[in-house]
């Protein structure tokens, strides 16, 4: 965004160092804001593991820092399209996703950054997919808004999921054809992701299913509920 503006600044190739030099003058630029790809990858997910289903997301950031997710779901063989879109700023574009037959995968330390707060999305992923799935290298997980390999191991463990957790992670044991019938509590433990992971994974549970501490949502995404039923159909 900088550049565009008319910054003088660069990115040396350690990839760790940025180098800025004075600018006399900025320019003012007409901005096109990308969508939030963290907030996307819950309806990414959605379609993904729900059957019969098929969503397209407008216009969201491809910024290859941020794209963790998608190179997860490229790996667990969802059924995704991307289409990159033209723009002098941040990357971005269209990336359509399908109902899909996911399988396992291993997520290790280099991994993680890029998709630190989709993890817990990438534990649903796995407990749907075939195979035995790991999450390792995360131990900052646990000093999120909660210990989210605590809060998401447990809630999953609700569903019927064979998780088990790690200091850094967790390891899921994958059932493509998981659904539950009975009647399921899932708690936000005030976590608006956990809170948001809970609505995703109700679409494949024909049960009743009561989400608790929902006002966590209105911490990043006060309309998700909202979204996210607007594109149920039936």
Known sequence: MLKQFGANIET??????????????????????PGDISSAAFFMVAAALTPNSKVKLVNVSLNPTRTGILRVLEKMNANMTIQARQSDGEPLGD????????????IGPKDVPALIDELPL?????????????????AELRFKETDRIKTVCQELGKLGVNVK???????????PQLRVTADISWDSHGDHRLGMLGAVAALRN????????SQALGISYPSFLTDLASLIVG
């Open 165 to 175: 957790e790690l200091q850094d992670g967790m390891v899921i044991e994958g059932q």
């Open 12 to 33: 040396l190739a350690d990839g760790l160092t940025i180098k800025v030099q004075p600018t006399k003058e900025l320019r003012g630029q007409e901005l096109v804001v």
């Open 122 to 138: 990438v534990a649903l992923l796995a407990a749907h997919a075939d195979g035995i799935s790991e999450i390792r290298g995360a």
């Open 206 to 213: 024909p049960g009743q299913f009561r989400l608790k501490n």
């Open 95 to 106: 990336i359509i996703v399908e109902s899909s037959k996911l399988t396992a995968i291993k």
